[in-house]
């Protein structure tokens, strides 16, 4: 079964400051990737998701994140965080085993708190 | 168009009472799912449904039944709650077509059991 790792619970970063978000993952294959933000109180919002092609994955509000096959990593990164992006992001894990079965397993999250 | 909504947004239960989340989509998307959300558990998988009539347990099905009532319509219920069953409770839809996924999830139901 795939599982999803995000090792930082909680990170604190200046506002213009970048960003980087961890995530990797575990799965036999080429997984589907995905990247969500929750504000509080909130759904869950996409940001990004990467199935084939070019590793580097363009999303909403100014979010990229890169898939490295060789640290089965997705890591979420943003050049100049704003304060609006204080939220908690969750990267997901989607295996591909045919249609019918479209499953998506999740991290625990990071919660990023963002400082004048 | 409203996308994924749920009803009740709040709900305070006690202790073998038993309730019905409801969820709908106007998308026509023929995947469905309930998840919960725990603090730093992450989302869950409870339940889903591929299509209209089929429902399949996920990772944490114990305690909850759900319906497909009909493409729109995935309910969540809950027969007799219990205190561990407080949680924020998600349901979403999925498109699936020409290899690529993308969920929408609704607003979230917060239930807590006393």
């Known amino acids: 079964a795939q599982s999803v790792t995000q090792p930082d619970i909680h990170i604190t970063v200046s506002e213009g400051a970048s960003l980087e978000l961890r995530c990797n993952y575990s799965y036999g294959a080429t997984p589907y990737l995905f990247w969500y933000v929750q504000s509080p109180g909130q759904g869950l919002q996409l940001l990004l998701k990467y199935f084939s092609g070019d590793t580097l994955v363009q999303g909403i509000k100014g979010f990229e994140a890169e898939f490295k096959r060789s640290q089965s990593s997705f890591n979420l990164r943003k050049p100049s965080v704003h304060w609006s992006d204080a939220a908690e992001y969750f990267c997901?894990?989607?295996?591909?085993?045919?249609?019918?079965?479209?499953?998506?397993?999740f991290g625990t999250g990071t919660r990023l708190t963002i400082i004048p | 168009n409203a996308g994924v909504t749920q009803t009740p947004k709040f709900q305070v239960l006690k202790t073998g009472q038993s309730m019905t989340l409801q969820c709908a989509q106007d998308m026509n998307h023929n995947s469905m799912y309930w998840y919960r959300q725990d603090p730093g558990m992450g989302l869950r998988l409870i339940y889903y449904?591929?299509?209209?009539?089929?429902?399949d347990k996920g990772e944490v099905p114990n305690g909850y039944n759900v319906s497909r009532l009909n493409k729109r319509e995935f309910s969540l219920r809950l027969e007799s709650a219990a205190p561990s069953q407080t949680s924020v409770y998600f349901c979403?839809?999925?498109?699936?077509?020409?290899?690529?996924?993308?969920?929408?999830f609704g607003p979230g139901t917060r239930l807590l059991v006393l």
């Open positions: 997901a894990v989607g295996a591909r085993r045919g249609f019918g079965n479209e499953k998506l397993t």
């Open positions: 449904s591929a299509s209209e009539g089929t429902t």
């Open positions: 979403a839809s999925m498109y699936v077509a020409g290899g690529v996924w993308t969920q929408y």
